[in-house]
């Protein structure tokens, strides 16, 4: 499975981007398909899931509300619409995939087999 993520960019604090996540080889409706965020000097953060059914989404505390995780079966794609982003949302974003995990799994970024590149998000204050 090869995953290509995209659509970082800068924005103003209060604006909105949406990024892709685009999948090969696998179908992402047979993987639970997660984002994640690293700042410089930090372990990756879990930010939102949506697990195989495409109807069970998780989200940081940090980001309920703001951000959702969506997918397009037709398109193999997985995306995460950011809206009201903060300065604190400044971070490289990974999309990565794997099997369908517990719920408790879902948040840990080893449990995860396939990673795509980060692209990168600024949020100017």
């Known amino acids: 499975v090869q995953l290509q993520a995209s659509g970082g960019g800068l924005v103003q604090a209060g604006g909105s981007l949406r990024l892709s996540c685009a999948a090969s080889?696998?179908?992402?409706?047979?993987?639970?398909t997660t984002w994640f965020r690293q700042t410089p000097g930090k372990g990756r953060e879990f930010v939102a899931a949506?697990?195989?059914?495409?109807?069970?989404?998780y989200y940081a505390n940090s980001v309920k509300g703001r951000f959702t995780i969506s997918r397009d079966n037709a398109e193999n794609t997985v995306y995460l619409q950011m809206n009201s982003l903060k300065a604190e949302d400044t971070a490289l974003y990974y999309c990565?995939?794997?099997?369908?995990?517990?719920?408790?799994?879902?948040?840990?970024?080893?449990?995860?087999?396939?990673w795509g590149q980060g692209t990168l998000v600024t949020v100017s204050s």
């Open positions: 949506i697990r195989r059914t495409g109807t069970n989404t």
């Open positions: 990565a995939a794997g099997p369908n995990l517990i719920l408790s799994s879902i948040g840990s970024a080893s449990m995860y087999d396939y």
């Open positions: 080889g696998r179908p992402v409706s047979t993987l639970t």
